[in-house]
């Protein structure tokens, strides 16, 4: 089975600091991994994602992350917090494998940050 | 390319109604999903589409809700008789089999919908 955990349903970070989102997958086989970010009152928009290769991607906005295949986790991150950051973000996988549904990526539930001023 | 186009944006409806949401999917595209997003279950798969052939809709919440995609360029979704419990944004995605690995989905903006 495929599924993604994201532990914190929010998030709160002072503009300025860094911050990070975690995220936790299970999958069969090498994963493909995605965050998405979706503003107030839009759908959700591609950030960034990791398919093979390096184990840091970098993304839009200054954001970040990291896959760590041993603790099956991709957490996001990003330097310095803006307020215009603030947004609900989530993260999805899909397995590699060719075996698998092909087409579909299982989501979290999703994470609120919110980052003051 | 337009992106996603979901139609309408709100709508407000008694209970009791039919409501019938829509979505055109990004073209060349040939995977459509219909998802459910509320506060209390977040983001919910309700069905989804390979070359308009419906794949898998075990999220599909009950009878009351059918999905149809008559061709490449076109789907609805339809609630029949709506409830209130039935008020969420509902997007549409879609994308490109060969390029879920590059780009994953591209989401519509969904159209929030209310039962009153």
Known sequence: AQSVAQPEDQVNVAEG???????????????????????????????LKYI??????????????????????????????????????????????????LGRL???????????? | DAGVIQSPRHEVTEMGQEVTLRCKPISGHDYLFWYRQTMMRGLELLIYFNNNV??????????????????????????QPSEPRDSAVYFCASSFRGRVDVYGYTFGSGTRLTVV
């Open chain 1, 17 to 47: 600091n860094p911050l990070t989102v975690k995220c936790t997958y299970s999958v069969s086989g090498n994963p493909y991994l995605f965050w998405y970010v979706q503003y107030p009152n839009r759908g959700l928009q591609f950030l």
């Open chain 1, 52 to 101: 093979t290769g390096d184990n840091l991607v970098k993304g839009s906005y200054g954001f970040e992350a990291e896959f760590n295949k041993s603790q099956t986790s991709f957490h996001l991150k990003k330097p310095s917090a803006l307020v215009s950051d603030s947004a609900l973000y989530f993260c999805a996988v899909r397995s590699a494998d060719r075996g698998s549904t």
């Open chain 1, 106 to 117: 299982y989501f979290g539930r999703g994470t609120q940050l919110t980052v003051w001023p």
């Open chain 2, 54 to 79: 419906p794949i898998d809709d075990s999220g599909m919440p009950e009878d009351r809700f059918s999905a149809k995609m008559p061709n490449a360029s076109f789907s609805t979704l339809k609630i």
